[in-house]
């Protein structure tokens, strides 16, 4: 009779067993690694015979256009603060549309991430038609969005919001749903049990317990969208990408009011990207937090 010592693998056998499997793993991400290189370099050539000019023809001439606008910004720095002041307003319309297509995207994306959570829609058979419209509006890009408003509202700000909020909305109730699911039920069962309606529910038994994640995405989505607003407007959305736009377009003459906007829109991101942390900080760790020293 054999005895289960005789059938257990020996030292020597794992060990070469354990080596083999290494073995195989090493082979398949150099397939892998060369797969993912020919990808590249055939996309890089394909791009490349497809540039003007070509990649190599042009790399020596990259910082030029810098160099252009760094040197008549420095010439004309005295003349830097009133371009300050001419770009305010269209740097504050880019801000509002961003804060308006935050708010409008952030509060349907939480209405729309509790229909795409399990256990907390009213009905199951609402999740993946919704989780389908969330992919479709965060897989599409604001600037194509922008681009067919235009078309039909006609250029300004309204377009750029529509198409920030709709872009806002799938990628914040993504986010929303899977803070969803880490949220405790308990809460929801005993509200349903006294008779609560399912918005009582979701209201009053979810949000305040992820509330501090759901101010987090969205004030960094808030940070993102100023971008996407600047961005939209070369395609003729309104705010200061639309000034950028047409002062880069003038060319020599026209980069100090440039660079005057690259600072603004610079400065702008970077008070946002303050506040917010400290938002965020405030809310998740309350007042002590930031008396005890933080860096924030």
């Known amino acids: 009779m054999t005895s289960a010592a005789d059938t257990d693998p020996s030292p020597t056998d794992i060990r070469t067993d354990y080596l083999a499997q290494m ?10 690694l060369l797969i993912f290189a020919t990808l590249m370099v055939a996309g890089f050539y394909t791009a490349d015979q497809r540039n003007a000019g070509g990649f190599w023809n042009g790399w020596r001439h990259i910082l030029d256009f810098p160099a252009d ?21 269209s740097l504050l319309e880019t801000i509002n549309i961003a804060g308006a297509a935050t708010l409008i995207g952030a509060m349907l994306a939480l209405v729309a991430s509790m229909l795409a959570t399990r ?3 009213p009905a199951g058979w609402l999740i993946a038609p919704v989780r389908r419209l ?21 250029g300004g700000p309204v ?3 529509i198409a920030i909020a709709l872009h806002t909305v799938g990628a914040l109730g993504k986010l929303f749903s899977e803070v969803n699911e880490n949220a405790s039920l308990k809460p929801v069962e005993g ?16 949000v305040p317990q992820v509330a501090p994640n759901y101010l987090s995405y969205a004030l960094l ?7 996407a607003s600047a961005i939209l407007g070369f395609v003729g959305a309104g705010g200061i990408g639309y000034d950028l736009r047409n002062t880069m377009s003038w060319g020599q003459g026209k980069f100090d009011e440039a ?18 942390s400290t938002f965020r900080n405030r809310l998740t760790h309350g007042k002590a937090y930031k008396d005890k020293g933080a860096v924030l």
């Open 259 to 276: 660079a005057a906007i690259f600072l603004l829109l610079f400065a702008a991101i970077v008070i946002v990207d303050q506040l917010s």
């Open 119 to 121: 256990g907390l829609a």
């Open 191 to 206: 509200l349903a049990s006294t008779g609560g309606s399912w918005m009582q529910q979701m209201m009053l038994g979810v």
């Open 159 to 161: 377009p750029a919001m």
């Open 23 to 32: 073995r195989q793993k090493r082979l398949l991400n150099m397939i892998l």
């Open 221 to 227: 989505r808030f940070e993102i969208n100023i971008r």
């Open 134 to 154: 969330l992919d479709i509006l965060r897989a599409v890009p604001e600037i194509v969005i922008a681009l067919v408003l235009i078309f039909l509202l006609g």
């Open 69 to 89: 606008v760094v040197g008549e910004a420095y010439e004309r720095a005295h003349l830097l603060p009133g371009y300050f002041v001419k770009y305010l307003p």
